[in-house]
């Protein structure tokens, strides 16, 4: 494995010449730099992370805590985890990913090392028991979800209040006056996902407010369950016109379902989910949907984040809480429900 010695004899440069070349601590010639950078690709360098740690006081590397937990559908959350990554690579930095379930450990342990230079976390829930740690922590956070209290961190979400009252009234303008809303497991609700009922909350009032019923329902997060989940709600409400889905899983099984009843969209049923373009090709769906942007949050929040790392922000401005305003992707599922 090259050394930085190697380095430098390859560039006819001293050993700390060659350092200075590479850390950018000190002001060098364009043509020792050039040497230099030659000499790292000729031999392959890659500079030792601990020792570098110890010169600069950072790691380059962010941590990222993510769950893949039962109740959620596992391509959704993996797309967050990229929109992350690739933006941190982009950047210079590392990832160093922790799926563990017992999160206030897992952060304790990377904060307290100080094997990372910042926290990015995902599965936010409502009441987070790792905010306190991540607040007390020498090290900035910043978090894709909206928890009830954002003191001391950079927070990013979806409007899924807006998504909401944007799904009802784009079937409203169409002449829809019965809908049915598909929603997550009742039991991400229940360990504090707060991004289904503020769409469920913010969707009910907008479809009271416009005399629109509006059926409420909670679907599974897998197949074949969310399946026979759609088949009931169809059942149980022949007269809705239009289906609402903030369900990664239930838009899946959708075309499966649609194709057993013999129903197409937007013929017999307007269909307008919630998930990224990037999903919606992944899973071949057809269907009109809120943009979740996971990407894009994934890079806000990395953005900041080393914003902060890097002292681009000073210690005393205020933290952020932004929300990507929510849009309608037409994919041709939507149109005047049919006459009796």
């Given amino acids: 494995m090259a050394t930085i010695g190697d380095v430098a004899r390859v560039a006819g440069v001293s050993r700390s010449t060659a350092s200075y070349a590479l850390s950018g601590k000190r002001t060098i010639s364009v043509d020792v730099r050039r040497r230099v950078e030659d000499a790292v690709r000729e031999l392959g360098y890659t500079p030792n992370a601990g020792a570098r740690a110890l010169a600069t006081s950072q790691t380059r590397v962010i941590g990222l805590l993510a769950q ?11 797309q967050y985890m990229l929109g992350v990554s690739n933006t941190a690579r982009e950047l210079g930095y590392d990832i160093l ?10 952060l304790r342990r990377m904060t307290d090392s100080r094997m990372v230079d910042g926290i990015v976390l995902l599965n936010v829930a409502e009441h987070d028991d790792r905010l306190p740690i991540l607040r007390d922590a020498p090290q900035p956070g ?15 979400d979806l409007d899924f209040e807006d998504a909401g009252r944007t799904m009802v009234e784009h079937l409203h303008r169409l002449g829809h006056r019965e ?18 009922w503020r769409l469920q909350n913010a969707a009910v009032e907008a479809a009271r407010a416009r005399g629109i019923t509006l059926h409420a329902a909670f679907g599974a997060a897998h197949q074949p369950d969310v399946g026979r989940d759609l088949h009931a709600l169809l ?4 007269r809705a016109t239009g289906l609402l889905i903030n ?15 013999k129903l197409s969209a937007p013929a017999d049923l307007s269909v307008v989910g919630r998930y ?3 999903f919606a090709r992944t899973f071949s769906l057809p269907y009109s949907s809120i943009e979740s942007a996971p990407d894009r949050l ?43």
């Fill in 247 to 261: 369900n990664e899983a239930a838009a899946a099984a959708l075309p499966t379902v649609l194709h057993d009843r």
């Fill in 142 to 156: 910043a978090l894709v979800g909206l928890p009830a209290d954002c003191t001391g961190v950079d927070v990013f």
């Fill in 97 to 106: 990913l922790s799926t563990e379930a017992d999160g206030r450990n897992a």
């Fill in 276 to 278: 990224s373009d990037e």
């Fill in 68 to 78: 893949f937990l039962e109740d959620e559908f596992a391509p959704a959350m993996l």
């Fill in 298 to 340: 994934g890079r806000m929040a990395v953005r900041e984040l080393v914003r902060r790392i890097e002292g681009q922000a000073g210690p005393d401005e205020p933290h952020l809480v932004r929300f990507v305003s929510p849009e309608l992707i037409d994919r041709g599922s939507t149109a005047a429900p049919r006459g009796d």
């Fill in 179 to 196: 809908l049915v809303l598909v929603s997550q497991p009742e039991h991400v609700v229940e360990r504090g996902g707060a991004y289904v």
């Fill in 235 to 238: 059942d149980a409400h022949p």
